[in-house]
């Protein structure tokens, strides 16, 4: 899994640095500078590899460091849209200062 997690990363660097792939699922997209996502999109883009199942991914994600190690680089992953489940959720990779600015309004 600890793999997975390093992929996520690279991912996220490559998303903040403007390289976006071409070949996205519809679940995930840029709209103007921020990344929006689904968790079971994003973990089925991810894991080409079978590195561990959709369950293990999102119990990952939610122990994790992602915001933290995000932040060091000005981002961090928050919802946009919430739904009455989870998977159904979607998140986008934010700049740290629209995310503040947010939670000051």
Same mark, same amino acid.
């Given at each position: $899994? %600890? /793999? $997975?997690?390093?992929?996520?990363?690279e991912f996220f660097e490559e998303?903040?640095? =403007? %390289?976006?792939?071409?070949?996205?699922?519809?679940? $995930? /997209?840029?709209? =103007?500078?921020? #990344?929006? #996502?689904?968790?079971?999109?994003? +973990?089925?883009?991810?894991?080409?590899?079978?590195?561990?199942?959709?369950?293990? #991914?999102?119990? %990952?994600? +939610? %122990?994790?460091?992602? @915001?933290?190690?995000?932040?060091?680089? =000005?981002?961090?992953v928050d919802i946009v849209t919430?739904?009455?489940?989870?998977?159904?959720?979607?998140? =986008?990779?934010?700049?740290?200062?629209?995310?503040?600015? @947010?939670?000051?309004?």
């Amino acid at each position: $899994m %600890q /793999k $997975m997690y390093q992929s996520l990363i690279e991912f996220f660097e490559e998303i903040i640095n =403007g %390289q976006v792939p071409v070949a996205l699922p519809p679940e $995930m /997209k840029r709209i =103007g500078s921020d #990344f929006c #996502f689904t968790l079971p999109s994003l +973990y089925r883009y991810l894991n080409d590899d079978e590195h561990c199942s959709y369950l293990q #991914f999102r119990s %990952q994600i +939610y %122990q994790s460091t992602l @915001n933290t190690d995000l932040a060091q680089l =000005g981002w961090a992953v928050d919802i946009v849209t919430a739904a009455d489940h989870v998977d159904q959720t979607v998140y =986008g990779l934010l700049p740290l200062a629209r995310i503040n600015l @947010n939670c000051r309004l």
